[in-house]
Every structure is written in C-alpha cells, then in structure tokens.
C-alpha cells in the first residue's frame, strides 16, 4: 500500500474527483479541462480518465472501450481505497456519463467508495440517444462520430489484425450499426439492441446510494428530453436533477467568467458534499 504524505504547508485536498469523457474523446477535451481547472482551484485532487484506446492509449491493451464499461473506472477507485485516498468523486461527460452512472448504481450498498457521482449530457437510454442521433439535423454529429470509431478500428486493425478484420466495417454508416458489426460483437452482446438493452445507465438508477446530481440541457440535440422522465428521478432520493432549458451536448456556455457555468455548479455540489474534517 502507498502511503499519502501532506505538507503542513499545503492545505489537504477536499478529496479525489475523477473525470471520465464522451465518445471519442480525451483527457484532452475541452470540457474536461475546463471542469478540471475548475475542481483544481476549489480544492481537489483531480485526474482526467482516458478510457481504454482513447487519448494515446491504444498502445496499452488490444480491446476495445463501451458505454457501460466500469471495471476499469472500479478498480481505480478501490485502488484509491487501499492508498486510503479520498472521499472520491466521479463526473461523466455524454458517454462517460453513462459509465459513472451505471457504476454508481452497481456498487448500491458498497456506495462507501463513493462520496459523490456527477453525470452531464448523459444518455441514460443508448437506444433512444443513438436512434435521436440519426435524425437529419444531426447527420453532422453522427458522421462526426461514425468517422473517428471507424478511424480508430482501423488501427486497431492493423495493430491486432488476429483479433480484428475491417470487413466488419462494411455498410457501416451510423452509431448503431458500428455498435452492432463490432461493439456488440466484440464485448460478447450479440447485437446492438441487445448491448443498449443491457448497459444503458437507466438501468442502474434506483439502486444508487450515493448522492449523485444529474446535469441535463432540455435542447441537447443528441438526447431526446423524454428519457429524463424515467421514475428513479422521483424515487430515488440520492438522484437530484437539474435541467435547463439551454445548454445543447455538454454546452452550458456562459457570458462571463467561467466559460462553462457547468463548472461552478459541479464544484459548489462537491464542497456541499465534502466532510468538515478536510479543514478547507
């Protein structure tokens, strides 16, 4: 076990806040700098999660990342736990929104290791989001999308090609069908439908035990409103939602310092969550 050493000099950290992206994003997105400056400046120890391939990465292991991966996110965190770091705090962005959330819900009553989840922009029904992501007006995203997965199978291809064929990409032209020629296939879901079925985060939202804020713009184009209707928002008193009327994907643009307002309001709900005992 490692120990953890504080200078009397420096004042301790309110805790560990992990950062987790969207979909074909990084550490080095926008929105993960950003919301890290912000938690740096309000007191905690902050680390912006790469998933698995993502962010220079790919060298590390041959697999694949999904929406509902949380066995990496799980270790790291119990690992926190043996260092006797914390309390831990998660945020997800889109994507990585869904992860958080889904591993919230899995730990339930192990919920100890957790003091804090923040999920934004997140698509808790993948069905339905990737469904809303094939409408016209968003072309644009989804070809965005659809281009880098297909880049980054290609690689994978050429780095693993016993593991991986192109041929998989053939006809593939939106999120579903990659998610169904090669997420599915490769994580064992059989299909698409299947893989949304099983891994979305509204599945998990009732057993969750920690206090979790959900932050969701009601004009986010790729995240059709209606999913937020879902009753674990009313039963579950762990679960606090605040939607707002504009903010589009992971937007929440402001006029006046700081450039997200997102930022400031995830960091004001972690220091109301944070122990007296930090001494900040």
Known sequence: MLGIEQSPLIPAPQGDFILLHGLEGSHDSGYMVSMAQAALEAGFRTLRLNMRTCGGTEHHCPTLYHAGLTSDLAAIIRQYA?????????????????????????????????????????????????RQMMRWENRIYERRFVGRLKARYLRRCAQHPDRYSPDALQGVESVIAFDDRVTAQH????????????????????????PT??????????????????????????????TTRHGGHVGFVSRTKPRFWVDELVTGWLQQQAPASTGR
């Open 82 to 130: 043996q260092q006797g770091r914390g309390p831990v705090y998660l945020a997800g962005f889109s994507l990585g929104g869904n992860v958080v959330l889904k591993l919230t819900g899995e730990l339930g009553a192990d919920a100890s290791l957790l003091a804090g989840t923040v999920a934004i922009s997140t698509p808790i029904d993948l069905d339905a989001c990737c």
């Open 187 to 210: 994580f064992g879901f059989g299909s698409a439908e299947n893989y949304y079925r099983t891994q979305s985060a509204q599945n998990f939202l009732a057993p969750i035990a920690t």
């Open 213 to 242: 804020l959900v932050v969701q713009a009601e004009d986010d184009p790729l995240i059709p409103f209606r999913v937020y209707g879902h009753p674990a928002f009313q039963t579950n008193p762990h679960l606090q939602l605040v």
